[in-house]
């Protein structure tokens, strides 16, 4: 069944009307995907936004050093979950899964962050990515040194700040623009590839 409501509240670009350098960029994670998430889309309506976003982005989930990739993943979807932005629990939920090779990790950081089973590393950067999503006025040391208890370095938790920070905004303006989640994106970690 194909979803033919509005991608955003504010209209989408559709790739080959996106400026060049957009183009290129969004077009090599299509390639990747198989199709255009719907984000890209919908931001691409103000291009230098989108240009900053991406780079903010690549430059604090693409990173070789600290967390992992699936960490940084867990981080995104316990704060897209805390914040209630079904598109990033859906597109970050498909992506958490695949790094983690876990169909149900997803699902349950979304959906009971507290109470999900996770190793205590895993404990700590969701409790952190939950503090400075929901309480973050109220964080103290004594929060940090839980996550440095749990194995956690200062540029570690700093990566947790700020992606949780980011997301933050992302989920405010997937809020903001009625984001719809792409339906390839509900299956990925789910099923084998065909």
Same mark, same amino acid.
């Given at each position: 069944?194909?979803?033919?409501?509005? !991608?955003?509240?504010?209209?989408?670009?559709?790739?080959?009307? @996106?400026?060049?350098?957009?183009?290129?960029?969004?077009?090599?994670?299509?390639?990747?995907?198989?199709?255009?998430?719907?984000?890209?889309?919908?931001?691409?309506?103000?291009?230098?936004? *989108?240009?900053?976003? %991406?780079?903010?982005?690549?430059?604090?989930?693409?990173?070789?050093? /600290?967390?992992?990739?699936?960490?940084?993943? %867990?981080?995104?979807?316990?704060?897209? /979950?805390?914040?209630?932005?079904?598109?990033?629990? !859906?597109?970050?939920?498909?992506? *958490?899964?695949?790094?983690?090779?876990?169909?149900?990790?997803?699902?349950?950081?979304?959906?009971?962050?507290?109470?999900?089973?996770?190793?205590?590393?895993?404990?700590?950067?969701?409790?952190?990515? %939950?503090?400075?999503?929901?309480?973050?006025?109220?964080?103290?040391?004594?929060?940090?040194?839980?996550?440095?208890?749990?194995?956690?370095?200062?540029?570690?938790?700093?990566?947790?700040?700020?992606?949780?920070? %980011?997301?933050? @905004?992302?989920?405010?303006?997937?809020?903001?623009?009625? *984001?719809?989640?792409?339906?390839?994106?509900?299956? @990925?970690?789910?099923?084998?590839?065909?």
């Amino acid at each position: 069944m194909t979803d033919t409501r509005p !991608v955003s509240r504010f209209g989408a670009v559709e790739l080959q009307d @996106m400026p060049d350098d957009l183009r290129e960029r969004v077009g090599a994670v299509a390639e990747k995907s198989g199709f255009v998430p719907n984000v890209f889309k919908a931001l691409a309506r103000r291009p230098r936004e *989108l240009r900053a976003f %991406l780079d903010y982005h690549d430059a604090l989930m693409d990173s070789d050093d /600290g967390l992992s990739k699936a960490e940084r993943e %867990l981080v995104v979807v316990a704060t897209s /979950g805390a914040n209630n932005c079904t598109y990033c629990v !859906v597109a970050h939920g498909a992506i *958490l899964r695949l790094r983690t090779k876990d169909p149900e990790i997803a699902d349950r950081v979304a959906t009971n962050p507290y109470g999900v089973e996770l190793s205590p590393r895993e404990r700590a950067i969701v409790d952190l990515a %939950l503090i400075v999503a929901t309480e973050s006025a109220s964080l103290t040391e004594a929060e940090l040194d839980d996550a440095r208890a749990a194995g956690l370095t200062d540029d570690e938790i700093w990566d947790v700040g700020s992606i949780t920070a %980011l997301f933050a @905004m992302s989920n405010r303006l997937a809020h903001l623009t009625a *984001l719809r989640p792409n339906e390839e994106f509900f299956l @990925m970690g789910r099923t084998p590839r065909s």
